[in-house]
T-cell receptor, first 112, second 111 residues
Framework: GQNIDQPTEMTATEGAIVQINCTYQTSGFNGLFWYQQHAGEAPTFLSYNVLDGLEEKGRFSSFLSRSKGYSYLLLKELQMKDSASYLC?????????????FGQGTTLQVKP | DVKVTQSSRYLVKRTGEKVFLECVQDMDHENMFWYRQDPGLGLRLIYFSYDVKMKEKGDIPEGYSVSREKKERFSLILESASTNQTSMYLCASPDSTGELFFGEGSRLTVL
């Protein structure tokens, strides 16, 4: 079967660093995406990993280990506006015809 | 930028009514997707389309149908709405790298 697991909720303090983990078991793998979704809004793209290693983009970084079926999203210098849900999604087939399989999302609450 | 537009942000319908959710994308993409999003369940794929008049079932197609008469428009149809179809519905379209661009969502309540 296909399964993507992420923690349901996390809480962190403004200015701190938080790591959101994602583990996956899928029949194929052609990339892993992270999306951010604020309450009542559509998901927006954060990062994409297809090879092992770390991808850094400003305060956000995403890591992938294909052999372990594992990824994490690292958020540094947390701001209140980072309070949102973070969705991990795996593409099983190559190309843009491939469907994304989503985890249930991790709701992050940033406290002052 | 890719723009995906959904016709209605909020809808309230009664059980048994026929419901149309419309989605339009402006970047000439071939592929379009309909997801529903529920607390604790994440996004689940209902139907997708990879070309005009072509459609394929996703993971939870029961109770839904779709229409793709024009490339830019992908409609989700609930033939007879039921209360368990109360949900947030998200339309999405991928660019050439596979990144999904989402519409704003349509929150449907079935009474």
């Amino acid at each position: 079967g296909q399964n993507i697991d992420q923690p349901t909720e996390m809480t962190a303090t403004e200015g701190a660093i938080v790591q959101i983990n994602c583990t996956y078991q899928t029949s194929g793998f052609n990339g892993l995406f992270w999306y951010q979704q604020h309450a009542g809004e559509a998901p927006t793209f954060l990062s994409y990993n297809v090879l092992d290693g770390l991808e850094e983009k400003g305060r956000f970084s995403s890591f992938l280990s294909r052999s372990k079926g594992y990824s994490y999203l690292l958020l540094k210098e947390l701001q209140m506006k980072d309070s949102a849900s973070y969705l991990c999604a795996v593409r099983g087939r190559p190309g843009n015809t491939g469907k994304l399989i989503f985890g249930q999302g991790t709701t992050l609450q940033v406290k002052p | 930028d890719v723009k995906v537009t959904q016709s209605s942000r909020y809808l309230v319908k009664r059980t048994g009514e026929k419901v149309f959710l419309e989605c339009v994308q402006d970047m000439d993409h071939e592929n379009m997707f309909w997801y529903r999003q529920d607390p604790g369940l994440g996004l689940r794929l209902i139907y997708f389309s990879y070309d005009v008049k072509m459609k394929e079932k996703g993971d939870i197609p029961e109770g839904y149908s779709v229409s793709r008469e024009k490339k830019e428009r992908f409609s989700l149809i609930l033939e007879s709405a039921s209360t368990n179809q109360t949900s947030m519905y998200l339309c999405a379209s991928p660019d050439s790298t596979g990144e999904l661009f989402f519409g704003e969502g349509s929150r449907l309540t079935v009474l």
